[in-house]
């Protein structure tokens, strides 16, 4: 999985080789994700929040090959929650929009400055690499 956004019929996730759309919202969606690996969203990000001290900007781990980032906050309707994963580079696009490149070099083109989401997108690497020290320890 590549990205999940909103679309006027639910949400679309975005897959290596196609785009899937479902009739359920976003955050159900994610609930959804978290629930098949025995835990909940917001138990998810209570645990990421207390262990690692964040505040803001807190990515959605679920597993080893599915790691969230958001560029706006979740209800936000333009949000689009991005696999850092799946993540070959953020390039810009126009001054207020950057493109996504996958590793499977398909695009999606985000509302969102380059620097911004680049800045998340090093946030996310730092979290998880820190999550990994937690886990092996």
Known sequence: MHYIKRSSSGITIGL???TKTVSIGLRAYL???CNDVL???????????KQLALKYHVPLYINRRVALYTTHPL?????VCINYYEV???DPH???QSCV????LSCLVVDVSRERLSKKHEKTGR????IAKIVSA
């Open 16 to 18: 290596s080789d196609e």
């Open 31 to 33: 609930e959804q994700l």
């Open 39 to 49: 835990t909940t969203m917001d138990g998810r990000m209570h645990a990421l929040r």
């Open 75 to 79: 209800r936000h309707m333009d949000t």
């Open 88 to 90: 070959l580079s953020i």
């Open 94 to 96: 126009t001054h207020n």
């Open 101 to 104: 490149v996958f590793k499977d």
């Open 127 to 130: 979290i998880l690499a820190n």
